[in-house]
């Protein structure tokens, strides 16, 4: 099983709607987590950090879950531009550093 | 401020050549972060430098692959011999300190190397 799962999607959302999708790790010690953005041929961006329940910013809320170990990214009234590929990254403290896993991404494509 | 710098942009190579890629992190951030991100995946940490100690190398394919960052400031990631599978984009990422805060493992991202081996 790998650390972080993503359902690699796409999600096709029509503009306007709600879309919502998460990220599984494995790891029940992982102690903060991210979402970051990556357009296409660019970069990773950040886009929220998760440290205790949830995060919200603007039209985008990220939930966490330590129970079932997940975290979810929500996305409201979905622009055109939202349309990227959304990474969840788990952070876990060790005692020589931090790791950080990647999962593998969702796509989420925007439609007029 | 200044955001993460890498060169080249992007790097065509023959296989068994090797190739070196160029990090300069965000002035003040202590961790150093190399992966590599095969077309649609996410990226994989190749190796974490805290200063210019290696926190986590387990990824890093040591019979070809090597990296330094010897002032605990910018860094270098090599490819010797160059293999038609390391075909990817090696991005580096850097972030403040760990352990202060929760927000000190926040990453930010250069915008990486293309490497193409032919």
């Known amino acids: 099983r790998k650390e972080v799962e993503q359902d690699p999607g796409p999600f096709n959302v029509p503009e306007g709607a709600t879309v919502a999708f998460n990220c599984t790790y494995s790891?029940?010690?992982?102690?903060?987590f991210f979402w970051y953005r990556q357009d296409c041929r660019k970069e990773p961006k950040l886009l929220m950090s998760v440290y205790s329940s949830g995060n919200e910013d603007g039209r985008f809320t990220a939930q966490l879950n330590r129970a079932s170990q997940y975290i979810s990214l929500l996305i409201r009234d979905s622009k055109l531009s939202d349309s990227a590929t959304y990474l969840c990254v788990v952070n876990k403290v060790k005692a020589a550093g931090n790791k950080l896993t990647f999962g593998g991404g969702t796509r989420v494509l925007v439609k007029p | 401020e200044a955001g993460v710098a890498q060169s080249p942009r992007y790097k065509i190579i023959e296989k068994r050549q090797s190739v070196a890629f160029w990090c300069n992190p965000i002035?003040?951030?202590?961790?150093l972060y190399w992966y590599q991100q095969i077309l649609g995946q996410g990226p994989k940490l190749l190796i974490q430098?805290?200063?210019?100690?290696?926190?986590?190398d387990s990824q890093l394919p040591k019979d070809r692959f090597s990296a330094e960052r010897l002032k605990g400031v910018d860094s270098t990631l090599k490819i010797q011999p160059a293999k038609l599978e390391d075909s990817a984009v090696y991005l580096c990422?850097?972030?403040?300190?760990?352990?202060?805060?929760?927000?000190?493992?926040?990453?930010?991202f250069g915008p990486g190397t293309r490497l193409t081996v032919t």
């Open positions: 990422a850097s972030s403040f300190r760990p352990g202060l805060a929760d927000s000190s493992y926040e990453q930010y």
């Open positions: 430098f805290q200063n210019n100690g290696v926190v986590d």
């Open positions: 002035s003040g951030h202590a961790t």
């Open positions: 790891n029940s010690a992982s102690q903060s």
